[in-house]
């Protein structure tokens, strides 16, 4: 059943058959609409938030000069009969609807700050629009076409456009299959989601970028060489879906790497030896981090691009199809601790002695990544030679003299 809210005006006029402009009081104001069409949630934290609230409670009699108003989306609206309330009958995304704030979530937010604080919103007025009878497509278009006082990001934008579709179904699928729960931020100041870099869907991308031998491959003839650290998605294409959908299987082998990596960086800087010494740069003992599954949190904090070039060595293992050259089981342990012990634990080590400690820097180090890639062909071919000598001794037992 939809629900309905009730709205206290001062005036309204019909702007067109499906939508409404009304002067609302502030003070009676519904500050529990829902949030859904809107691209991302209000920030108290925010500058945006912070000059509405302001406004509001300093000179609420200037409110409405001074504010854009409210766009809010409604399945009917209906005047009572001396028109100083609107009924909004509003059908949520649980309903299949998409109405509710459409643009002012950190307005409403501001009126529900300013209410506890017992502010006197008597004569505080805001423009309210209200669009009638949109569709979800309607709703989303409005949302990313607002104007706004602070921008919204990119991959807010993508997440209404609904282009997150396909990364969010595979990842539930990886929930029910491997009972594993990510926690993933795909919109601006999404409620319960991590504000941790590796726990931004757009990290998901890069990781998956990593593994994108096709793409990026330094013996081939394509233009990169090694995977952009900062490049995320603005927009979602039909090509770079098809070839994200293609990556997504090897998304579970690219989030043991970085996970197995942490841990060995954890041991490595808890060491008894060590006695609370760290002697890696870009790592920060005072902060925790957190990993994009949900089982893994670390008492140290690192750019979200550390993993980065460790992941991307192993592409090197993977044919022209992303299938694994060999068991991903049988060499994923030994490798990420050969690429440990050999380069990165010393490059880093050094990278701190140098006084470097900038951490995006030092993961974007275009040397790193040289050398971690050419250290996985070396480390591959020594694998096979020894599967070939294997192979040769086994049939030379065989033969019969």
């Known amino acids: 059943m939809p629900k309905t809210w009730n709205i206290k005006i001062d005036k309204y006029f019909q702007a067109s058959p499906h939508c409404l402009i009304a002067t609302a009081h502030v003070d009676t104001f519904p500050t529990d609409l829902p949030l859904e069409p809107n691209i991302r949630e209000p920030n108290r934290k925010s500058a945006t938030y912070k000059q509405i609230f302001d406004s509001l409670t300093t000179q609420p009699e200037l409110f409405f000069s001074r504010h854009g108003g ?46 506890n604080y017992k502010c006197d919103l008597s004569k505080a007025r805001v423009k309210v629009t209200i669009h009638i009878g949109l569709g979800e497509e309607e709703a989303k278009d409005i949302a990313l076409a607002s104007n706004t006082t602070s921008p919204v990001d990119s991959r807010s934008k993508v997440n209404a456009l609904g282009d997150y579709k396909f990364i969010k179904q595979y990842l539930a699928h990886l929930e029910r299959e491997q009972n594993r729960k990510f926690r993933i931020a795909y919109y601006q100041n999404q409620s319960g989601a991590p504000k941790n870099g ?86 920060d003992t005072r902060k925790t981090i957190l990993l994009p599954d949900s089982k893994y949190s670390f008492g140290f904090g690192a750019p979200a691009e550390l993993a980065l070039p460790i992941v991307a060595a192993y592409r090197v293992f993977l044919d022209k199809d992303y299938k694994w050259i060999l068991p991903f089981d049988e060499f994923a342990e030994d490798f990420l601790q050969h690429l440990w012990n050999n380069y990165f634990r010393k490059y880093l080590i050094s990278e701190k002695i140098a006084g470097n400690t900038v951490g995006a820097k030092i993961c974007r180090n275009h040397e790193i990544w040289e050398s971690l890639y050419v250290s996985a062909q070396s480390y591959l071919n020594g694998r096979l030679v020894k599967m070939v000598n294997s192979s040769k001794r086994e049939e030379l037992t065989l033969t019969p003299n």
């Open 70 to 115: 409210i766009v809010l989306s409604a399945s009917q609206v209906k005047p009572n009969k001396n028109k100083t309330q609107l009924e909004l009958e509003i059908e949520e995304v649980s309903e299949g609807g998409s109405d509710g704030i459409i643009n002012g979530g950190h307005t409403v937010l501001a009126f529900e700050q300013a209410k």
């Open 198 to 283: 590796q726990c931004n869907v757009n990290h998901l991308f890069k990781l998956l970028n990593c593994l994108d031998r096709n793409k990026y491959n330094p013996d081939g003839r394509t233009r990169t060489k090694h995977p952009p650290v900062s490049k995320t998605p603005s927009v979602i294409t039909d090509k770079e879906r098809e070839r994200f959908t293609t990556l997504l299987p090897l998304l579970s082998q690219g989030l043991w790497i970085e996970q197995r990596l942490y841990e060995i960086i954890q041991e490595h800087i808890t060491s008894p030896r060590r006695k609370g010494v760290n002697d890696l740069a870009s790592i």
